[in-house]
């Protein structure tokens, strides 16, 4: 009789924090810059350099901590972390092993039962990040761009409490969403400011003893860190059904391949050689410190959803949707505060928001129109001072460049022309050019109204209310 097994997942996740500048010095941090531009003596580790920590990263890392339901650390400190690699420029990396900022807290995630699950957090620590190597295989060597050196990072370390890559994702994104509400970090895992290293073993099940653990580093996409999770789980199993057995390492994930291949043995916290960093104060968070950091703290997703059901009585999907991004929910809410029309504002946002978004591979975050004008296109739709499709091209208009509907209505002469005799006039021509049809609809082909009113909405360039268009051609056929 085959044994049966189940996984056992904890998660290391590191999230780039949203500030200007870097951890310990005033360099900038944006994302994309030429190779090595944004440097100095601090953060390329040079002789005599003093670190200097940016309050905002204390602040944040804080902020995050309480929305993940830790105990604060008051009393905290900096270690170093000893190990050499090309990309980490003083041969150590500013960490806390320690005095973490943030230590036993947990994230409530629904299971795929739907059911209420909490993954505990042991800790969540402040750190410093390491350079980026650039691999040449042309030149046939390896150069170096220090412009990610000491950008500041918050590692938040699970504990061993999922069991499957579902609840991996299901904890990730409630994860990230309460960063992006926070404003701590974008969280775009493409751009790597937001990447897991995962933990997991595999063990027959109702036993009590972890089985050997590996650990794959630096997942940056959820379907990544699924398939990497997968193959994890069904390589230790035949490991151990086979009669082997699971050794302690580091691995590295191919998606393109789909398989890992070992990289190193695992490292033990002796083996980096830890010791308080002698440059660097310890930190100290007051009461009032604390009290100002919980005040800020924003509505997150869940008390959002209950209150856009009592508030707005949009549908539960359209909720469910709108609330995945801050800036959308933000956006929402204003547009439908300032228009009295939340279903309106809601139609737009999950109809040619959506599609744009999709077409042009932008998150919502990126979205640039604002909500006066998105309540401005909703008014002018509501006056039938446009119609529909000429709604959509002044939307997507909007879309690209934040655009005043109204003006723009009014540079391009796309008013709706509501003056009945003209209309009435093109209807007559209309009806007069096209008696085939005609026939149609008189011997009953209730389809034939269709083409005459595309007909007429031709002829008016479109600047014509289908629905009086179609009104007019019954009256006079």
């Known amino acids: 009789m085959s044994k049966e097994y189940e996984t056992v997942i904890g998660l290391e996740v590191h999230v780039e924090l949203a500030t200007k500048t870097k951890i310990f010095c005033g360099c900038s941090t944006a994302f994309g810059a030429a190779p090595n531009t944004q440097t100095c003596p601090v953060c390329t580790g040079m002789p005599g350099s003093l670190p200097v920590l940016n309050r905002q990263v204390l602040e944040y890392a804080i902020a995050v901590g309480l929305a993940t339901d830790c105990d604060i650390t008051r009393y905290a400190k900096f270690d170093r972390k000893n190990y050499f690699y090309p990309d980490n420029p003083q041969n150590y990396q500013i960490s806390q092993l320690y005095l973490p900022i943030c230590h036993d807290g947990g994230v409530e995630i629904t299971t795929q039962e739907g059911g209420a699950k909490t993954v505990g957090i042991h800790e969540i620590h402040m750190e410093e990040d390491a350079g980026k190597l650039i691999h040449d295989e042309w030149e046939d060597c390896s150069l ?28 990730l994104e409630k994860l990230r969403l309460i960063i992006q509400y926070l404003g701590a970090s974008d969280c775009k895992l493409q751009e ?29 996409s959820f379907k990544a860190i699924t398939r990497a999770i997968e193959n994890e789980t069904e390589r230790q ?11 302690q390492e580091t691995r590295r994930w191919d998606d393109a391949k789909g398989e890992s291949y070992a990289m190193r043995s695992k490292e033990d916290a002796q083996d980096y050689r830890y010791f308080p960093d ?25 008390e959002k959803r209950r209150r856009y059901r ?57 979205i640039r129109f604002s909500p006066e004008h998105l309540a401005g296109l909703i008014a002018l739709t509501d006056a039938k001072a446009i119609n529909s499709s000429v709604a959509k091209e002044v939307f997507e208009a909007m879309f690209d460049e934040d655009i005043d509907p109204e003006r723009y209505v009014e540079e ?3 008013k709706t022309v509501n003056d009945e005799g003209a209309l009435r006039r093109v209807v007559e021509e209309v009806i007069a050019a096209n008696p085939q049809s005609v026939n149609d609809y008189r011997n009953g082909k209730e389809k034939a109204v269709g083409f005459l009113v595309g007909q007429t909405m031709k002829a008016m360039k479109g600047k014509a209310d289908p629905a009086a268009v179609n009104r007019m051609l019954k009256e006079l056929l």
């Open 144 to 171: 170096v761009d220090y412009n990610r050196s000491g950008v500041p990072l918050i590692e938040i370390v699970s504990e061993p409490d999922m069991r499957s890559a579902d609840e991996v994702i299901a904890y």
């Open 192 to 220: 790597g400011s937001m990447r897991a290293d995962v933990n997991l073993s595999v063990r027959e099940k109702g036993a009590d003893r972890l089985g050997t653990r590996t650990e794959m580093k630096n997942l940056n």
């Open 237 to 247: 199993i035949d490991l151990l059904a086979s009669g082997g057995q699971v050794v």
């Open 278 to 302: 002698p440059d660097l104060v310890p930190i100290v968070v007051s009461e009032e410190m604390l009290a100002q950091i919980r005040a800020k703290q924003p509505e997150f997703r869940d």
């Open 310 to 366: 009592e508030e707005y009585g949009i549908p539960d999907y359209d909720i469910e949707i709108i609330t995945e991004s801050k800036h959308m929910a933000d956006l929402f809410e204003a547009a439908a505060d300032i228009s009295g029309q939340p279903k309106k504002v809601s139609n737009w946002l999950m109809g040619e928001t959506l599609r744009l978004l999709k077409e042009k591979e932008m998150d919502p975050q990126d």
């Open 412 to 414: 391009k002469g796309l």
